[in-house]
């Protein structure tokens, strides 16, 4: 099949350090290249990918100094996905709602994979007013603020299974790893390595507008807890590997309805058992007393921790390998497309950019140049 993979532009595919979807886009990219499609992604220029890639901006745009408004550069990689539909089967969309208007009036075969949280009020009118459009959810607990959405399946993200040794013996601390943000509740965390008497190793992101809350709620907790507490900062690769490889368990104390949780994986993968906050997509992931322990207090967690030596992190990987795997998502995500491509309405793939432009007339946007990232 000829799919276009279309990511956001906030981080490269892969992201370097800190990143979710564009790491799942990245993995789902390179599976579907190894599965003898043909692929094109839509991405940021300091991309790495198998597939052919046609960036809509040179840097990824939070590591781009330059770049003090995001929304102009998804515009413009909206305008070089529509230039002509008709070279892909179909077009998987990983950003967030842009495309819906363009495809009402450029049909072709398309899903569209929601990575975020759903917010009812918001989200709502906009997935009825364009219904038509299919969904994929990444977990079933995703759904729910909005169960009435024309989801098509629900696809768990997966890992590359190569990319996370399995380590059997382990260090002796406790690993948060993500961003430092509210919902995150790297305060809980804190106080459950102080309740458990374990070290805990923080490797986390700051982003500038979640600065002031670091400041205020969580460096005087850092300082209080230096004792026990070791603040790595963000960490990529090889270090990230480590870090997770060697903890004793990976804590995740979320506050709100984590649609799915990549960490959680990425921790199983290196055989590492999560504790984890009964919220959102947490007990899908996690099967209780086996890959780890789900909780709902800092007391409860302090226990579980305590009961962490008792599992078996060759449980928690076997998980990983039957659930989480990269080439298990790209399947999933083949028989979707199959799926989809069988049944759309759209115009026939004969039909030429020429033809389309003079049935829709429009400004164009950008010159080919863009396909080099030469526009600013």
């Known amino acids: 099949m000829r799919i276009a993979q279309v990511a956001p532009l906030y981080e490269s595919v892969p992201p370097t350090l800190y990143g979710g979807t564009e790491r799942v886009v990245s993995y789902l990219t390179e599976e579907l290249v190894k599965l003898g499609h043909e692929v094109t992604l839509f991405a940021s220029g300091d991309s790495v990918t198998r597939a052919r890639l046609v960036p809509a901006c040179p840097r990824a745009l939070w590591r781009d100094a330059s770049c003090k408004e995001t929304l102009p550069h998804h515009v413009r990689q909206m305008e070089l996905v529509f230039q002509d539909t008709s070279r892909f089967d179909l077009v998987h969309f990983h950003g967030d709602y842009l495309h819906f208007p363009l495809l009402r009036r450029n049909p072709c075969a398309n899903v569209t994979t929601v990575h975020g949280a759903l917010h ?3 989200l709502g009118p906009v997935l009825e007013e364009y219904r038509e459009f299919p969904l994929v959810s990444i977990s079933d607990a995703q759904r729910r603020p909005i169960p009435d959405a024309n989801w098509q399946a629900t696809v768990p993200h997966g890992l590359p299974r190569e990319m996370y040794p399995f380590v059997e013996r382990p260090g002796n601390y406790l690993a948060f790893l993500g961003r430092i943000s509210p919902e995150k ?3 809980r965390a804190i106080a459950i390595a102080e309740r458990a008497g374990m070290k805990l190793k923080v490797a986390a992101k700051v ?8 400041r205020a709620e969580i460096e005087p907790l850092l300082r209080k807890s230096r004792s026990f507490v070791e603040y790595v900062g963000e960490i990529g690769g090889r270090d990230k590997e480590e870090f997770l490889g060697n903890a004793s ?18 921790a199983l993968a290196c055989g590492t058992p999560v504790v984890a906050w009964r919220n959102g997509s947490v007990p899908e992931i996690l099967e209780d007393g086996v890959t780890g322990f789900v909780v709902g207090s800092v007391e409860e967690a302090a226990r579980a921790v305590a009961r962490i ?11 990983f390998n039957a659930r989480f795997d990269a080439a298990r998502m790209a399947r999933d995500y083949v028989d979707v497309y199959r799926r989809l491509v069988e049944s759309s309405p759209a115009p026939s793939r004969a039909r030429t950019r020429s033809s ?9 946007l950008v010159a080919a140049a863009a396909f080099n990232g030469m526009l600013p």
């Open 249 to 266: 368990a990976l804590l995740f104390p979320i506050d709100w309805a984590e649609p799915f949780g990549l960490v959680m994986i990425e």
């Open 309 to 319: 030596p008792a599992l078996d992190r060759r449980a928690c990987r076997r998980a």
């Open 356 to 364: 389309r432009a003079a049935a829709t007339p429009r400004v164009p």
């Open 185 to 187: 509740r790297l305060d």
């Open 120 to 122: 009812a009020p918001d």
């Open 207 to 214: 982003y500038p507008e979640e600065l002031g809350y670091f």
